[in-house]
């Protein structure tokens, strides 16, 4: 097991329907050296890509790519999930339907701050059906950019986000792969990476 | 002036009513270099505080407080704007009205993550009327914690949120508080700080 995987086995709850709790570390309370790490770690599985910018969504992307970013020396931008009254000028919408709640959600960025230069790197916290990662996908293509990667902390691997993604020739590195989970007795199966 | 009112003054925009667009570093695009900038400039004006926990807001507080909190070594906590499904169990609620959209917002931390042994740091990236921030001090409160200090990016001067939040006694340092904008010249006046 890695570092995350030791840590979701530790602090991690498993709910009825396949409910996994990580608001102790990872997306309300956050642990900055874990975050640290895991910036570390997408650094190395995204050796030798040239990134220029981080793109994530609000709200508990962000950290984990601002810490993330120190490992890229890129900036980051944050995709926001509604039209905010503070955005103005040209921006990039993506809709993109939730599989699971059936209704439409924009993905915003500012024209600003993406353009057809932009190797970038997209980083979230999670990654289940991926509805929220192919908006992303959606507004990097708009802009002419280059998806080079897409970070993950968590995927539930035994949805069908991550091998969707695969499947169309993204490198998507997830830190941990969860292929089952048994709220019963607490158990979470981690997929092996290599 | 110093590096974050250079930086306002280099790449801000001033628009009619009192408005500061600094998306291209701050709120939108994040400078993380800058960020770093600010955290130890955090780190040198609350010297001396024992703070064991940043409390910041979703979203453009989240970057901020990530990178500041290398500088304390404690862990991030982020307070919600609206109920969230992924939250359960105890939440401390603050209800917030907007002075500017007269609505009512709720401010929401789950109690797991906010106990009476907690000396916080609050840290958000703007600070106008202060709603939000009132809202989580009042959390702060209700947990029985302390509030050791609030770091904020910028300050609209003009506006009563910090003159309030001083009067009651808390150390708000502010990074760059503007006094004075003009959307016709551009001209940003930022207050002299110590």
Redesign the interface.
Known sequence: MNFLEERIKKDGIVKEGNIL?V???L??????EL??EMGKEFQRRFEGKEINKILTI??SG??I???A??YFH?????A?KAKSI???GDMYVAEVVSFTHKNVNQVI??K??LNKEDKVLIIDDFLANGCALQGLIQIVQEAGASVEGIGIAVEKGFQPGGHMIRNLGYQLESLAIIDGMDAETGTINFRKQG
Chains 1, 2 share one sequence.
Do not use: R, T, W, Y
Request: glycine share 2%; proline share 3%.
């Open positions: 709790k608001d102790s570390f997306n309300h309370q956050m642990d900055i975050f640290n609000e709200a962000i950290g790519a601002c810490i970013a120190q890129a900036p980051v931008v944050f926001k503070n955005l103005d960025v500012s600003k701050f």
